[in-house]
T-cell receptor, first 114, second 113 residues
Framework: EAEVAQSPRYKITEKSQAVAFWCDPI?????LYWYRQILGQGPELLVQ????????DSQLPKDRFSAERLKGVDSTLKIQPAELGDSAMYLC????????????FGAGTRLSVL | GDSVTQMEGPVTLSEEAFLTINCTYT??????LFWYVQYPGEGLQLLLK?????DKGSNKGFEATYRKETTSFHLEKGSVQVSDSAVYFC????????????FGDGTTLTVKP
């Protein structure tokens, strides 16, 4: 069964360092999402891509976060510089389209900022 | 904006007990509604969905009915098992807003033998 791949699974970094997360969606899925999940809360959408275009990045802290999906396939989320409050699980999901389509989630990257 | 409110947890039940997890939503359009489940150390996976009013989603003994009049999508299961222990998330996808998804804060279910 096809899966959404994410790496790394865990990342520990120091405050003010740069970190990057990678996501490879299920083949053929046009829509890709990056979520941040703080412990005890639901996922919060950071950015949504339709192919290589950003559809929604209204909740992305653009002074420190960036996301790209250059060829409309895999995607990278970067944080520079990392802050203590960025410690969370970062989830990637993909779907065939938007709205009624099921989102398939990766296992996530757990980030700890020290 | 859109929002999803779930009953607060954690919920602890004995095996074979009846489960209800309440979920209500606020949306400007006509959203699709979902229940996702997250097991420890894993990402979320779809449990069931409903795309229009009065639809009933069902899977693995779980059911939820899309109630537009009460803006609710409560999750139910008649007889829970230890293996159902997980975190359950109610979510909506707003088709009038590029399919933007909004999740509730999750309800942790623990089933004891």
């Amino acid at each position: 069964e096809a899966e959404v791949a994410q790496s790394p699974r865990y990342k520990i970094t120091e405050k003010s360092q740069a970190v990057a997360f990678w996501c490879d969606p299920i083949s053929g899925h046009a829509t890709l999402y990056w979520y941040r999940q703080i412990l005890g809360q639901g996922p919060e959408l950071l950015v949504q891509f339709q192919d290589e275009s950003v559809v929604d990045d209204s909740q992305l802290p653009k002074d420190r976060f960036s996301a790209e999906r250059l060829k409309g396939v895999d995607s990278t989320l970067k944080i520079q510089p990392a802050e203590l409050g960025d410690s969370a699980m970062y989830l990637c999901a993909s779907s065939l389209g938007v709205g009624r389509n099921i989102q398939y989630f990766g296992a996530g990257t757990r980030l700890s900022v020290l | 904006g859109d929002s999803v409110t779930q009953m607060e947890g954690p919920v602890t039940l004995s095996e074979e007990a009846f489960l209800t997890i309440n979920c209500t939503y606020t949306a400007t359009g006509y959203p699709s509604l979902f229940w996702y489940v997250q097991y420890p150390g894993e990402g979320l996976q779809l449990l069931l969905k409903a795309t229009k009013a009065d639809d009933k989603g069902s899977n693995k003994g779980f059911e939820a009915t899309y109630r537009k009049e009460t803006t609710s999508f409560h999750l139910e299961k008649g007889s829970v098992q230890v293996s159902d222990s997980a975190v359950y998330f109610c979510a909506l996808s707003d088709d009038t807003n590029a399919g933007k998804s909004t999740f509730g804060d999750g309800t942790t279910l623990t089933v004891k033998p």
